[in-house]
């Protein structure tokens, strides 16, 4: 069975930019999370979509948004790039609101 | 205080020694407590969860959960140059700093 992926891999903005990231979580997982993982420091938690609803969110700016569609499949949308953006985008998905999370690989996002 | 604090490391042991890693939490909300393992510029990977005071065992792993001293703590035995990773500790879905291991061969 395949993990958790997300696309891309490595991307490369600079400021001012907007940036689009992906991710297809574990076949019959209804939620996903993503999470900013800054050198050096633990995931920090951006979102948790449940069945195509926001169920959480943290301490993030406005500038991130997030979506699920309805193939539980999601997208991390960062408007406005800083430098302070750049970090390993994670997700991760978990069958529902309080399982066990699994987490993909993630995407590096740096800013310029 | 930070929700899932732990020692940043670096911790270097030789091969073959028993690693003791560490969290304190500080939230006595309902929890459950994972541990994950991390190589470099990769994503976390699940090692263990547990939802339940005592002692957990998977392999050379065991997780041990503390909730009257909030303290959770993972041990590796006959650790091998191949867990050489950082390890984060996280409850209810909120991670720690993670500590660096290196394993000597």
């Known amino acids: 069975d395949a993990g958790v992926t997300q696309s891309p891999t490595h991307l490369i903005k600079t400021r001012g930019q907007h940036v689009t990231l992906r991710c297809s979580p574990i076949?019959?997982?209804?939620?996903v999370s993503w999470y900013q993982q800054v050198l050096g420091q633990g995931p920090q938690f951006i979102f948790q979509?449940?069945?195509?609803?926001?169920?959480g969110r943290g301490n993030f700016p406005d500038r991130f948004s997030a979506r699920q569609f309805p193939n539980y499949s999601s997208e991390l949308n960062v408007n406005a790039l800083l430098l302070g953006d750049s970090a390993l985008y994670l997700c991760a998905s978990s069958s529902d609101l309080r399982s066990t999370q699994y987490f993909g690989p993630g995407t590096r996002l740096t800013v310029l | 205080q930070k929700e899932v604090e732990q020692d940043p490391g670096p911790l270097s042991v030789p091969e073959g020694a028993i690693v003791s890693l560490n969290c304190t939490y500080s939230?006595?909300?309902?929890?459950?407590f994972m541990w994950y393992r991390q190589y470099s510029r990769k994503g976390p990977e699940l090692l263990m969860y547990t939802y339940s005071s005592g002692n957990k065992e998977d392999g050379r792993f065991t997780a041990q959960v503390d909730k009257s001293s909030k303290y959770i703590s993972l041990f590796i035995r006959d650790s091998q140059p191949s867990d050489s990773a950082t390890y984060l500790c996280?409850?209810?879905?909120?991670f720690g700093t993670g500590t660096r291991l290196k394993v000597l061969a």
């Open positions: 996280a409850r209810n879905g909120i």
């Open positions: 939230n006595s909300a309902f929890q459950y």
């Open positions: 076949s019959g997982h209804k939620s």
């Open positions: 979509y449940y069945e195509k609803e926001e169920r």
